[in-house]
C-alpha cells in the first residue's frame, strides 16, 4: 500500500495532500515546485477545462499559486525534494524500443506509432529567483513569488496524467484537501514507526517562516493559511490587509508533550495533522485528540459554512449557500450522507472481484513453483538418461553426446525463463492489486463523506481496471513442465551423425486475433489491437501489421514490433482500408489473422496547431481561433495534411482592424514561419485587404481580383488534389481563377497574420455547390 501513499513528484509520504481536477493528488509543497507561469495569450487547455473551477479574476489578471505567494517563504517549500524527484524520471526512455515500419510517397504518406511504456515525467519545476547581493533568503523567496504574480496566469500540471489546469484567484488553495488520504498517511507512519522523537517535542510552538537560528516562538496561526507565524514574521509576511484582511489569526496550539505523543495509538491518529511525512503542519497539536479533534471540513467557498449536500452534476460536496447563491444552484443534489453510503457500497462492491483475483493469483503462484520443481527434476532425469544412451554408443557418440546435452539444457533454460518470467509478472500485479485493496480499504473505515466522495469516484475506477488487468489467460502456465524430446537409440552406427532430437524446435505461432472492440478511427487515423489465442504454447518474438493503400492495393508493413496495439497516422480521408497481421518467432512467420475493414472520415476535422505555429501565434476557443502578438505577419499551420481527395474549410473574420493583409491558404510542413504566407516556395496562398485580393506564391503576386475582407467576413478554402487546383472564397464569391496546379505530396492548412486579425476556423464542412465565380480586376 506504501505506492499508493507516495507523491508523484517528490517520491516520499504525501505531506498536505490536494486533489488535482484529475483526481491525482500530490503535496502542496509539491505543487508550489511544478505550477509554472504562463505568457499573456498562451493556453495550455480548452477554456472550460481551464476554468471550470470558477475564477473570478478580470481578464488579464495573474492568479497567486496561493494565499501564501503573497507572504514569499510559501513558495520555496520541499523544492530540493521536488526537483530530485523530477531529475530520474526523464531517462530510460529506450529500452524496449520497437523496429518501426515507416512508409510515405508522394500522393500518400502515413506512418505508425505505439504507446511508449517509459514516458518522461514532463513537468515543469519553477525555478529559484537568485537572492540580490546582501538580502536575505526570505527576501529571495518573496522575489520569486512577485515573479510569479508579475505573469498573467498560472497554471499547474498533473505529473502522472500530464493534464494541466489554470489556477483561480485562490492559487492552489483553490484545491480541495485530501483529508482521508492524510489520515490515512498519518496512521500508516505510526503503524511502521514512523513517528519518532516524540520526546524531543518543543516545548513551544515555533515559527515556519524564520530565517532565524533557532526559529523564534509563534505568535499566531493562520486557520485558512494553516501556518505558524512569529510576531516579526506575521507583519513581514501575512499583513491584516488586502487578500489576508479575512483570513482568521488565533493563538498557536501548544505541542504534544511528550508522554502523550509516546501513547498516542493507530486510532487517535485518524485526527492526526496532515502532512505527518515531514512538513511542517501546525495543526500536529491540535489533532493528537484522536477523530474527535479533527477539524470539520468546511467549504471552500464559504469558509464558515460545513457540507451538507452532494452535487451529483460537478460530483463535490456543497454547503446551503453554495445552493442558495453559489453556481450549484441549479444542479442535481442529494444529501451528503446517502451519497457516502452508496459510494462506499459501490467500492466496496468493486473490490470483491479484485479480491477473488488475488486469490487465485497466489494459487497460480504456488502451481508455478510446482512447475519450477517439476522441470528441475524432469531436466534432470532426462539428462541422466541421455549420459547412458549416449555412453553406450561409445566413441561414435561422444561428439554428438555434448551437443544433444546442450540442446537438454536451452530447452529447460528457455522453460525456465518463461515460468520465472511469468512468476515476476504476476507477483507485480499481484503486489499492485494487493497495495490497492489495502489502500481502498483504509479508505472505507474513513467516516468523512466529503473527504471520501472526493475520491471514491477515481478508486471505483481504478478498482474496476485493476480487476480488468486479470484477462482470460492471464492464470495459465505458458509452458507445460514436460520436455518434448524423444530420443530413438536404435539406428546403425553409419547413422549416428544424423542422430538429432524429435519435435524439439518450437512451432510457428498461430495467426492472432483482431479484437474488434478495440479497432476504430478517427479523422484520418486508425487504431488496431490484436491478441494471441487463449492457449498458445509457441513462444512469440513480435508481429507485423500490414495495411493496403486505401484503394484495394497492395499491402504494406506499417509497423513490427512486440506491441499489440498500434494507431497508424496520415491516411487519405474518406477512403476504405484493409488491415492484417502475423506473428513470428525463430521458427518463422504465422499465418496472417482476418482482415478488418476500416473507414477514415468523409471530412476532415482539425484544428490549429499549437506546436508547429510561430511563437506570436495565440490560439484560443480549442486551438480553433487564431490571432497574433506581433504587428508582423506569423505563420500557423493546421493538425491535418491532405495528400488525396477533395477539402473544404472556412476562417471567419472576427476582427479586422488597421486594414492588415491577412493570408490563407495551404504549406508544406517546412513553411518559414516568421513571414507572409506564400512568400517562399512551402506556400500556395491568398492574401487579401479590404478591397482586393492576389495569390502569391515564390513572393510572386497574381490573379488580382476585387473583394476584400472585412470584420464578418468568411474565407473559404477549397483544396482539390485530385484535380491540382486550390480555389479561394470570400462570402461564398470566388476570388480570381484556380491555382496550385501540377502539384504533388502533402499539404496542411495554413494562415498568417498579425496582431489585427482575429480570425475562427471552422472545419467537417462538406464541398459546397453554389459558390460564385470571381470578379477579375486586372494584375
Not at 505506492?3 to 508523484?8: D, G, W
Not at 491518529?269 to 515531514?278: D, F, H, L, M, N
Not at 521458427?587 to 472520415?601: C, F, N
Not at 473583394?707 to 480570381?736: S, Y
Request: charged share 20%; proline share 7%.
Amino acid at each position: 500500500m506504501e505506492e499508493e501513499l507516495k507523491c508523484p513528484v517528490c517520491g516520499s509520504l504525501f505531506r498536505e495532500p490536494i486533489i488535482l481536477p484529475c483526481s491525482h493528488n500530490v503535496c502542496l509543497p509539491c505543487a508550489r515546485t511544478i505550477a509554472v507561469q504562463t505568457p499573456d495569450g498562451e493556453q495550455h487547455l480548452p477554456q472550460p477545462l481551464l476554468h471550470s473551477r470558477g475564477s473570478g479574476l478580470p481578464a488579464g489578471a495573474a492568479p497567486p499559486l496561493d494565499h501564501d505567494a503573497a507572504a514569499g517563504p510559501a513558495c520555496s517549500g520541499a523544492s530540493g525534494s521536488a526537483a530530485g524527484g523530477l531529475g530520474g524520471g526523464a531517462g530510460g526512455g529506450g529500452d524496449h524500443a520497437d523496429k518501426l515500419s515507416l512508409y510515405s510517397e508522394t500522393d500518400s504518406g502515413y506512418g505508425s506509432y505505439t504507446p511508449s511504456l517509459k514516458s518522461p515525467n514532463g513537468v515543469r519545476v519553477l525555478p529559484m529567483v537568485p537572492a540580490p547581493p546582501g538580502s536575505s533568503a526570505a527576501a529571495a523567496r518573496g522575489a520569486a513569488c512577485s515573479s510569479l504574480s508579475s505573469s498573467s496566469s498560472s497554471s499547474i500540471t498533473c505529473p502522472q496524467c500530464h493534464r494541466s489546469a489554470s489556477l483561480d484567484h485562490r492559487g492552489l488553495r483553490g484545491f480541495q484537501r485530501n483529508r482521508l488520504l492524510e489520515a490515512i498517511v498519518q496512521r500508516y507512519q505510526q503503524g511502521r514507526g514512523a513517528v519518532h522523537g516524540a520526546s524531543a517535542a518543543p516545548a513551544v510552538a515555533i515559527c515556519q517562516l524564520c530565517d532565524r537560528t533557532p526559529p523564534e516562538p509563534a505568535a499566531t496561526l493562520c486557520e485558512q493559511c494553516d501556518v505558524l507565524y512569529c510576531a516579526a514574521c506575521q507583519l513581514k509576511c501575512h499583513p491584516s490587509r488586502g487578500p489576508f484582511a479575512k483570513h482568521r489569526l488565533v493563538q498557536p496550539p501548544p505541542p504534544p508533550a511528550p508522554a502523550e505523543a509516546a501513547s498516542a495509538s493507530p486510532g487517535a491518529a485518524q485526527g492526526a495533522p496532515s502532512g505527518g511525512g515531514g512538513c511542517k503542519s501546525p495543526g500536529g497539536a491540535g489533532a493528537a485528540g484522536g477523530s474527535s479533534g479533527r477539524k470539520f471540513p468546511t467549504c471552500p467557498e464559504h469558509e464558515m459554512e460545513n457540507y451538507s449536500m452532494y452535487c451529483v452534476s460537478c460530483r463535490t460536496p456543497v454547503c446551503y449557500l453554495c445552493l442558495e447563491e453559489g453556481r450549484h444552484g441549479k444542479h442535481e443534489v442529494k444529501p451528503l450522507g446517502a451519497m457516502w453510503k452508496q459510494h462506499k457500497a459501490q467500492l466496496s462492491q468493486a473490490l470483491n472481484g479484485v479480491s477473488d483475483k488475488a486469490k487465485e493469483a497466489k494459487e497460480f503462484l504456488v502451481q508455478l513453483k510446482n512447475i519450477l520443481q517439476q522441470i528441475q527434476e524432469n531436466g534432470l532425469d532426462y539428462e541422466a538418461c541421455l549420459v547412458a544412451q549416449c555412453d553406450a554408443l561409445v566413441d561414435a557418440l561422444t561428439r554428438q553426446k555434448a551437443k544433444l546435452l546442450t540442446k537438454v539444457t536451452k530447452e529447460r533454460e528457455h522453460k525456465l525463463k518463461m515460468v520465472w518470467d511469468q512468476i515476476n509478472h504476476c507477483t507485480l500485479k499481484l503486489r499492485q492489486s494487493t497495495g490497492l485493496m489495502e489502500y481502498c480499504l483504509e479508505v472505507i473505515k474513513e467516516n468523512d463523506p466529503s473527504g471520501f466522495l472526493q475520491i471514491s469516484d477515481a478508486l471505483i475506477k481504478r478498482v474496476q481496471v485493476s480487476q480488468e488487468q486479470w484477462v482470460k489467460g492471464a492464470l495459465e502456465p505458458k509452458v507445460s513442465a514436460e520436455f518434448d524430446l524423444t530420443l530413438d537409440s536404435e539406428p546403425l552406427l553409419q547413422a549416428i551423425h544424423q542422430l538429432d532430437f524429435i519435435q524439439m524446435k518450437c512451432r510457428v505461432p498461430p495467426s492472432p486475433l483482431l479484437q474488434l472492440e478495440k479497432c476504430c478511427t478517427h479523422n484520418n487515423s486508425v487504431t488496431l489491437a490484436w491478441r494471441m489465442p487463449p492457449f498458445t504454447h509457441s513462444p512469440v518474438d513480435g508481429y507485423i501489421l500490414e495495411l493496403d493503400d486505401g484503394d484495394g492495393g497492395q499491402f504494406r508493413e506499417v509497423y513490427v514490433g512486440k506491441e499489440t496495439l498500434c494507431t497508424i497516422d496520415g491516411l487519405h480521408f474518406n477512403s476504405t482500408y484493409n488491415a492484417r497481421v502475423k506473428a513470428f518467432n525463430s521458427s518463422g512467420v504465422g499465418p496472417y489473422s482476418k482482415t478488418v475493414v476500416l473507414q477514415t472520415s468523409d471530412v476532415a476535422w482539425f484544428t490549429f496547431d499549437p506546436n508547429s505555429g510561430h511563437r506570436d501565434i495565440i490560439l484560443s476557443n480549442d486551438n480553433q481561433t487564431a490571432t497574433c502578438s506581433s504587428y508582423d505577419d506569423r505563420v500557423v499551420l493546421g493538425t491535418a495534411a491532405f495528400s488525396k481527395g477533395v477539402h473544404y474549410w472556412e476562417l471567419h473574420v472576427d476582427r479586422y482592424d488597421n486594414h492588415p493583409d491577412p493570408a490563407f491558404g495551404v504549406a508544406r510542413a517546412s513553411v518559414v514561419k516568421d513571414m507572409m504566407l506564400g512568400k517562399d516556395d512551402k506556400a500556395w496562398a491568398m492574401y487579401v485587404d479590404n478591397n482586393r485580393s492576389w495569390f502569391m506564391h515564390c513572393n510572386s503576386h497574381t490573379n488580382r481580383t476585387e473583394g476584400g475582407v472585412c470584420k464578418g467576413a468568411t474565407v473559404g478554402v477549397l483544396l482539390d488534389l485530385n484535380k491540382h487546383t486550390l480555389t479561394f472564397f470570400i462570402n461564398g464569391q470566388q476570388q480570381g481563377p484556380t491555382a496550385f496546379s501540377h502539384v504533388d505530396g502533402v499539404f496542411m492548412p495554413a494562415l498568417s497574420l498579425n496582431r489585427n486579425v482575429q480570425v475562427t476556423l471552422h472545419t467537417g464542412l462538406e464541398v459546397p455547390t453554389n459558390l460564385g465565380r470571381p470578379k477579375l480586376s486586372g494584375n
